[in-house]
DNA sequence: ACCTGAACACCGTTCAAGT
DNA sequence: ACCTGAACACCGTTCAAGT
């Protein structure tokens, strides 16, 4: 028993990480247990509480690491520097192309909540700022003219709804309309709101 | 021990499903689970399953009394026939209100995932569809020149991108920007989308 | 027919004990 | 210092046994 010193820190943690993101893939977020991960890396239950915190500590270790994969993807859809129009398209597509590829480990980004009163901690609070950080920066390119304070309430309210298309649309449940593809629905939503932010000087609310 | 016959079967059913709807207020889903359902009702274990399949079929039931209550919410907000533009307006007020006062039963409803190959019943995907009828049908009287398809995928872009801002709003992960409200990024998203798509010809991927 | 409670196979987490 | 494995308090589900 006790001290075989095969991996250090780091590489156990790695490797319980690679395991989680394994088991997830397979069986989704609620396939994932400290049991199942410790035997698929030779370990016991115990060993896992000296490199986490908990299995919640985990998986949002596990889920920062998906945000920096998606992240990665959003930056190459972006790399050429397409005109702003073009770039939010593909910011979408991107994240599309990430929730159809890589389903589970990115549904557990939402899947997982936190026990009431805990927060996540900064190191994920920011990789998801700067993604969002992406699409506020086009839609700046796109109008030049509207104040700072519009294009972040316009890049929410965008990035919002793209992200509500594809949890619906990868929730079977909700499978309520046939024939239409994430990707059809997500036009229609960029085709007309960027039409609308544009187009016109006065929110509808405003008008008659 | 056995045979009580304190309630019918029916009766059973709906102490249990309100057992279980307390403790998702309570507690969220994670909080749920058959011991505390039938510690709550003065059952034991085993009487459950002569009323449920299982855990899963249990939610998927409560989650229906879910749907029927925000289905109420929702006619109620189009019931004085509002002009369109405001139609649209009120019921997603409405979804919003509903999900800031039964944030974790409203959540249930999302967070609740049937295993690999089972799908939800046919009741289930009808009320989902009828809530939905109502938000097409406001767009259709908003767009007369439309044709059907265009406005179920307009009805299904909008919706989702409301449902978008919700859930994300109510994540306090995704709280990356601070200060606007649901209801602001609400109002841009409608606003913006409702402009684009009654002010111009063509969606701007058929612009220059 | 209804209901119990023991049984089984799982959980997450802790911690004394071993090297 | 690292790691084990038993222990504890939970799970969901089944089913023989009782009334």
Known sequence: MGRRNDHTREELREIAL?????????????????????????????????????????????????????GKQLTVA????????????ALA????????????????????????GQTVPDSFSEKVAGMFALVQQQLALLCPCRSPDDITLAARALWSGIHGVCILGFDQKLEFVGGRSIAEVT???LDHYLAGLMGLGYPLSQQA
Request: charged share 25%; aromatic share 8%; proline share 5%.
């Open 18 to 70: 690679q395991a989680a993101e394994e088991l997830v893939a397979a069986d989704g977020l609620d396939g994932l247990s400290t049991r199942k991960v410790v035997t698929r890396i030779g370990y016991t239950v115990g060993s896992l509480y000296m490199v986490f915190r908990n299995l919640d500590d985990l998986i949002v270790q596990m889920n920062e690491r998906t945000l920096d994969d998606l």
């Open 78 to 89: 972006v790399a050429d520097q397409p005109p702003p129009a073009q770039a939010i398209r």
């Open 93 to 116: 597509q991107a994240y599309i192309g990430f929730a159809l590829t890589e389903t589970p480990r990115w549904l557990a980004i939402y899947q997982h909540r936190l026990p009431e």
């Open 187 to 189: 036009d229609s939503l």
